[in-house]
């Protein structure tokens, strides 16, 4: 058990060096993000419009 217990503390430790070692995202790319994500939805939502006009066209 102790042996199990030191190897726990052991894996946190590393685990803890390496989330200090992670840089954090720079705003600019956490910006690209969220505009990436609106253009999306605004994409589908046109598309979705656009799906909806070609369906009452051939009817």
């Keep these: 058990m102790a042996q199990a217990t030191q190897r726990i503390e052991a894996a946190l430790g590393r685990i ?3 989330t200090d070692s992670i840089r954090p ?8 993000v969220v ?3 609106s ?13 909806d006009l070609i369906e009452r066209l051939e009817r």
């Design 39 to 51: 253009l999306r939805d605004s994409v589908t939502n046109s598309l979705k419009e656009l799906d």
């Design 35 to 37: 505009k990436h994500e």
């Design 16 to 18: 803890e060096a390496l």
């Design 25 to 32: 995202v720079p705003p600019s790319v956490s910006s690209l």
